[in-house]
């Protein structure tokens, strides 16, 4: 999806490392030197976003060097390299008499007033809308219960042929010659 958007970015090199990335009358400044971008997802996850990827484009590098080394292979591998030892049985845990006569109780919970939300918070980078498509005609923006342009339509439907239902009602009502 990243790269499908990096395709649609107006991008401005500003200097070596660092772009204006334009796309929906919204400007994000990319420094791939400091590994910034002012979304702030490239700050936060240490993965290139879209906009960093548009520049990382333009250099015509690969978009592996600009990663965080925390995501490399190796570094996953290197976490659980050492051994874990087991905690033992419970009994023979060594727990101090203050802290073993502590009562822990669960946080007090008051639910918040108003009626709860339906739809869930969608995060800042989630801006795709899906779009409906159509069973019948495979067409989009409508589905199949609503289609109008439907090659085969049901003999019974009401919403599609009005006219053709009342002349099929007259010719059933007059005489059949045989």
């Avoid at 919204?26 to 791939?32: E, G, I, S």
């Avoid at 690969?62 to 905690?87: A, H, L, Q, R």
């Avoid at 009342?166 to 059949?176: G, I």
């Amino acid at each position: 999806m990243f790269l499908a958007l990096c395709l649609r970015y107006l991008v401005e090199q500003l200097q070596t490392n660092t772009f204006n990335v334009k796309y929906n009358q919204k400007t994000f400044f990319v420094d791939l030197e400091k590994r910034t971008c002012t979304c702030r997802q490239f700050d936060l996850d240490e993965i290139p976003c879209s906009h960093a990827i548009a520049g990382i484009d333009k250099l015509y590098r690969t978009k592996y060097e600009y990663c965080s080394k925390w995501y490399d292979i190796m570094m996953y591998k290197n976490t659980y390299n050492g051994s874990f030892n087991p905690v033992g049985d419970k009994e023979d845990w060594n727990i101090p008499k203050d802290i073993k006569q502590e009562i822990l109780l669960p946080p007090i919970y008051k639910p918040a007033a108003g009626r709860r939300k339906k739809q869930r918070y969608k995060s800042a980078t989630e801006t795709f809308k899906m779009s409906t498509k159509c069973g019948r005609c495979r067409r989009t923006g409508h589905n199949r219960k609503t289609c109008k342009f439907s090659p085969a339509l049901h003999p019974y439907s009401k919403k599609h042929n009005t006219n053709e239902a009342s002349t099929s009602c007259k010719a059933q009502s007059s005489p059949a010659a045989f």
